[in-house]
């Protein structure tokens, strides 16, 4: 069973990455294969709304937006996350959204059907609810299942302080088992 952690993270090594690592090596520990991708390690543009998916069901747009797609319809799990930027997801997470949710939803929404995801959010103080309903939403619109504690709320500003967050790190690291276990 492989199990994919997104980070929309423009922040190499933030909290965002930390704590999706640390859902990550829990669902590892429940037996799962893991990966985790750091989007701003791609070249992914806006969705242009072209709505040539719907007709080919490719997107239109040359970048890797195409290989993020086949990375998660070739996972039976996904972890979304993302710090909040102003109440909701950043700017890398939103391109992935729309991108990667067009084309499902072009694709007549089955290639998600089946797989079992959550999301997690990190935030100072506060947005982490509107940041975690923006990736919600996504992962609901192209059916995937979420099991019960299925969002994660961390807190942290400077690299390094969601680690001190043992709730949110709990949270994360039960979402990894969790997903796991309604794989199984």
């Not at 690592?21 to 991708?37: D, H, R, W, Y």
């Not at 990190?122 to 996504?138: D, E, Y």
């Amino acid at each position: 069973m492989r199990i994919l952690g997104v980070s929309g993270s423009p922040r190499v090594g933030g909290n965002t990455d930390l704590i999706l690592n640390e859902a990550l090596q829990a669902a590892k520990s429940s037996g799962a294969e893991v990966t985790l991708i750091r989007l701003s390690d791609y070249k992914l543009a806006p969705c242009n709304a072209c709505m040539s998916c719907f007709s080919t069901g490719k997107c239109a747009i040359k970048d890797d937006g195409q290989t993020l797609y086949e990375a998660i319809t070739g996972a039976d799990g996904v972890i979304l996350g993302s710090p909040s930027y102003f109440q909701g997801v950043t700017a890398q997470m939103k391109v992935f959204i729309d991108r990667i949710g067009f084309l499902a939803l072009a694709r007549k929404k089955t290639d998600f059907v089946g797989k079992v995801g959550g999301v997690i959010a990190v935030a100072r103080r506060s947005g982490v609810s509107g940041t975690c309903n923006q990736m919600l939403t996504f992962l609901t619109a192209t059916r995937v299942v979420i099991p019960s504690g299925g969002r994660v709320f961390a807190l942290g500003r400077e690299k390094g302080d969601v680690l001190n967050d043992k709730e949110g790190i709990d949270a994360a690291r039960n979402l990894g088992v969790s997903i796991v276990k309604a794989l199984k």
